[in-house]
């Protein structure tokens, strides 16, 4: 629904972003991952128009970007920085309800949309509706930047590092969130990260830029087994792929008939959790079991092991 | 400590209040300043005409002032603004080295004598403080906040009013008040080019060598500097008590 | 992205060109301004005799044609470099010619237009020339705030300047002028007061210093005191001065009535006495505001270094605290001298002498030309301390990076 066609954009002598070419699914995440100075936080900004491209468009549903007035475009389109950026001068109610404001919804419908936001994001609306932003933790803050984004239902939602301020027990939680919060809203996620391991555990597909241009793009499983070049190899690890492909599968996803005499481990698991808990008690082979506890089946260190290769 | 403010407040604007409204009253208090049978109390005008005069000259100079100083500030940091900014600080520096009766003294040949010149030494000595204040008020907001405004949707106008201006009126506030402050101050130093306000009974003590004039000038021009600069900052903290820059 | 919109990482030459493409609109305002100032408003007023109102005379009006023509094509040359010229250096050069030309030619106006021997006339710069001259400063002013001079250049820079105004003064050039005709009848007066004026200034700078600054120390080595003490010193700030004059004279008064040795060394209830010891309460804030302040910023770590090293609590202040505190402290000091030099005019209404006679006394007899006798100097005196010590802080500043 998003169709990226040609983006180029230059300072001066410097290509910051080079012929970028990429079309985003509906209803998926999407995850633009480089390092710093790649382009990546350019061409985001280029979906929203905070940055003009120098050549190529932009359409979202098929509509052009650049025929509406930007700041018309940016308020059906989420957006959600690492500084995240609260209105110091705003309650987080407030704060929420900036876009909603800006496009005249009624009190009423702001009050409530207010309301399913914060509890979505496990903020107690009782508590947290009044506060303002400098009494509020890191993890507070990060959270209400993310609600503020999503207010106004947007069906596109942008988010430029948005973890990065968190500390990494923090961050494996508020990913978690994201998951869910895109699952429950069906919103278009495109995200920018310098972390791989951030990019392969939220993307459904993941794009790899460096220096501007735009080296691979696709599922995470393919990136692994088939990088399109070394550069991509590198970034995604040369040394623990293995580890990496193993953690893109789930326990219940590999199951195999069977029992097993070993410890239970839950069918949500990654199969790198898996390995890591054979390999430190030592065994074999492990019941994978279902959340209610019903057994789903066994896996053993062989048919681990499988999942990590290429072929 | 609040509530000591509080009292001293209250009590400051009685004593001015009763001063201006029955100063015969207090004419015991000054009769031992005084030689020679002179009148203890003011008597050469009303003084409450003369205090009422005083503070309308200097509400009405801060405010035109503070209406240009801001937008001259606003247009400054715009992007279409920008060149301006270098010569804008450079005249800040340079206004600043002027002394207000300078300005004063500079006005007359130009209008002549009375309220007129005191109202633009006023007005132009007014604007330094509140620009200055503006331009660094409204540079100081922080980058992601802006860039988050941006990035929702607003309109540079949105922009400007919505955020932007909310977060640099404590500056704003303050350089208003600085600008009053010495506003009093100035506008006393007015009653030499003839317009009127309480400067007039200081200089009318200092000619006749009457020291109860001086100090009745001198007291009630004090406390009603020490009133406006409090009055100035309770507005800011009732106005900004939620902007917290972290 | 900055918040000015302007790319960061665009290369110095793509900007630059994209400047040097337009027309500059600072040039256009200060066009506009010249323009104005040349055409529309006098160039210099010529009066019968000292307070009479004068009749306004145009530059071409009052130079022959020839001068008049360079002058004006100077101006117009001058313009079109504000107007097009992009780099500073030019600018400034150009906004400097303009000023000697038009310095000159009022200088060389009132030679022409005062009959010879005749004392009486008298021959003002109009407004047109003082918009002019302003224009030509802003030009240069703009000039240099782009140049971004360091410290030493901005005070060899003001002694250029300086040097030379002197020396055109000193030289005659500008005698004919009405101020320097005020000047001639009031030399040795003009001496004193000057003089007298500095000594107030600096006099009571010092003794604030000498409280002040022990005063500043206390207040941040005992936080409980600190509020009492700004708070204090703030209301004092808030009185107006003339108030704070006269509010003073009576107890000073009083004291020099009963006191015998405090007549004697010269305490009075008018004059000097409660000039001095208004600014002294005056300049108290901002040197002890800034001393804390200056104190506060100073980094734990080197503090903690110096105790670790074995040094006294004195020693660490002497020797760690307070220079490192001292920009800020010298800024503080920056801004009471330049605050004392415009408050000693004030001095002048209560007998304390200073260049305000000239200032009041001119009020008094409608005598522009002694408003500016009085006016100027103070301006003069005003800008160079901020230059001078602003270029001191800077360059301690610089030192410490």
């Known amino acids: 629904m998003i169709a990226i066609e040609h983006l180029t954009k230059r300072y001066g002598s410097t290509t910051v972003v080079d012929d970028v070419s990429m079309v985003i699914e509906r209803n998926s995440i999407t995850v633009i991952v480089g390092t710093s100075g790649s382009g990546k936080s350019t061409l985001l900004r280029m979906v929203n128009r905070l940055v003009e491209p120098e050549s190529g468009r932009v359409l979202i549903d098929g509509r052009d970007t650049a025929h509406e007035p930007a700041h018309l475009l940016r308020r059906r389109i989420g957006y959600a920085i690492q500084g995240h950026g609260l209105f110091p001068h705003r309650s987080v109610a407030e704060n929420i309800a900036t876009v909603p404001h800006l ?33 509020l933790s890191g993890g507070q803050q990060q959270r209400v930047g993310v609600a503020r984004a999503l207010a106004a239902e947007p069906e596109v939602l942008l988010m430029d590092e948005p973890f990065g301020a968190l500390d990494p027990i923090i961050r494996d939680k508020a990913q978690d969130d994201l998951l869910d919060i895109q699952r429950r809203f069906a919103t278009t996620i495109v995200l920018v990260t310098h972390d791989i391991d951030e990019a392969f555990r939220l993307g459904d597909r993941v794009a790899v830029m460096s220096a501007g241009r735009l080296l691979q793009y696709d599922r995470p499983e393919v990136l692994l087994k088939h990088p399109a070049d070394t550069l991509v190899a590198r970034m995604t690890g040369l040394s623990d792929r293995a580890m990496r492909l193993l953690a893109l599968t789930t326990a219940g996803e590999a199951v195999v008939p069977g029992a097993s005499d070993g410890p239970g481990v839950a069918s949500s698991a990654s199969l790198r959790e898996v390995l890591c ?35 | 400590m609040r509530i000591a403010a509080g009292v001293l407040r209250c009590a400051a604007l009685t004593l001015l ?183 007039e009974v200081i200089i009318a003590g200092l000619l006749s060598n009457n020291a109860a004039f001086v100090l009745q000038g001198g007291l009630a021009t004090g406390l009603m500097a020490m009133l406006l600069y409090d009055a100035i900052a309770m507005i800011e903290r009732r106005v900004c008590r939620t902007v917290r820059v972290t | 992205m900055s918040v000015l919109g302007v790319p960061v990482g665009q290369p110095r030459s793509a900007r630059a060109t994209a400047r040097a493409a337009r027309i500059d609109r600072l040039g256009i305002l200060l066009t506009l301004l010249g323009a104005t100032a040349l055409v529309l408003l006098p160039f210099v007023v010529l ?220 305490i009075r209830g008018i004059g000097a006495a409660p000039a001095l010891v208004a600014l002294f309460l005056y300049s108290l804030l901002p040197i002890v505001a800034n001393t804390v302040a200056g104190l506060r910023q100073v980094s734990p770590a080197a503090l903690d270094a110096a105790h670790g090293m074995g040094m006294t609590p004195w020693q660490a202040l002497a020797r760690v605290e307070l220079p490192l505190a001292l920009p800020v402290i010298l800024t503080g000091v920056r801004i009471v001298l330049v605050q004392n030099i415009g408050l000693v005019a004030i001095a002048a209404l209560i007998g304390g002498g200073g260049l305000g006679t000239f200032i009041f006394q001119g009020i008094g007899q409608t005598a522009i030309d002694l408003v500016l006798l009085g006016a100027i100097p103070i301006v003069v005196l005003a800008f160079s301390a901020a230059v001078l010590l602003d270029a001191l802080v800077e360059a301690l500043d610089r030192g410490r990076r």
């Open chain 1, 103 to 135: 496009l005249g919804w009624e009190p009423a419908r702001i009050r409530s949309r207010v309301t399913a936001l914060l509890e979505a994001l496990q903020l107690d609306p009782a508590v947290f509706a009044r506060k303002y932003p400098h009494q």
């Open chain 3, 47 to 266: 009066k019968a005799n000292r307070i009479a109102p004068g009749d306004p005379r145009a530059l071409v009006e009052v130079l022959p044609r020839w001068a008049a023509l360079g002058t004006e094509a100077l101006l117009v040359l001058v313009a079109a470099v504000a107007l097009g010229v992009a780099r500073a250096r030019a600018r400034l050069a150009a906004a400097l010619a303009g000023i000697v030309a038009v310095a000159l030619a009022v200088a060389h106006a009132a030679a022409l237009l005062t009959p010879p021997g005749n004392a009486v006339v008298r021959v003002a710069p109009g407004a047109g020339f003082w918009l002019l001259a302003s224009a030509l400063g802003l030009m240069a002013a703009d000039a240099i705030a782009r140049l971004r001079p360091g410290p030493a250049m901005r005070v060899l820079a003001l002694a250029a300047f300086l040097a030379v105004a002197g020396l055109a003064l000193a030289h005659g050039t500008f005698d004919s002028l009405s101020i320097m005709r005020e000047y001639a009848v009031n030399a040795d007066r003009f001496a004193s007061e000057a003089q007298r004026h500095i000594a107030l200034a600096l006099g009571s700078l010092g003794a604030a210093v000498l409280l002040g600054l022990p005063l500043g120390i206390l207040a941040h080595r005992v936080p409980r005191l600190r509020p009492a003490i700004l708070a204090l010193l703030n209301i004092v700030q808030t009185i107006p001065a003339i108030a704070l004059f006269g509010i003073l004279m009576a107890p000073l008064g009083l004291l020099a009535a009963h006191v015998p040795w405090a007549a004697a060394i010269g």
């Open chain 2, 17 to 199: 209040a009763a001063f201006l409204l029955r100063p015969q009253s207090f004419a015991p208090l000054f009769a031992p300043l005084t030689q020679y049978g002179a009148p203890p109390i003011y008597d050469q005008g009303n003084l409450l005409a003369l205090a009422l005069a005083h503070v309308g000259t200097v509400l009405v100079a801060t405010a035109a002032s503070a209406v240009v100083a801001v937008a001259l500030g606003i247009l400054v940091t715009r992007e279409q603004g920008a060149e301006f900014l270098p010569i804008s600080r450079a005249i800040v520096n340079i206004g600043q080295t002027f002394p207000p009766v300078a300005v004063l003294a500079l006005a007359v040949p130009l209008v002549g004598f009375g309220e007129k010149p005191t109202l633009i030494a006023l007005f132009a000595y007014g604007l330094l403080p509140i620009f200055e204040n503006t331009m660094v008020g409204l540079r100081s907001c922080p980058a992601a906040v802006l860039e988050a405004a941006s990035g929702m949707g607003m309109s540079p106008r949105e922009r400007l009013f919505r955020v932007e201006v909310p977060l640099a009126m404590p500056l704003i506030l303050e350089g208003i008040r600085l600008s009053t402050v010495i506003n009093v101050g100035t506008a006393t130093l007015g009653s030499t080019v003839a317009a009127k306000g309480l400067g």
């Open chain 1, 277 to 311: 808990e054979l390999i430190w008690r030592g065994v074999d082979s492990a019941n994978v079991v279902d959340a209610a506890g019903a057994p789903l089946g066994r896996l053993t260190i062989a048919t681990i092991l499988a999942h990590g290769r290429p072929s």
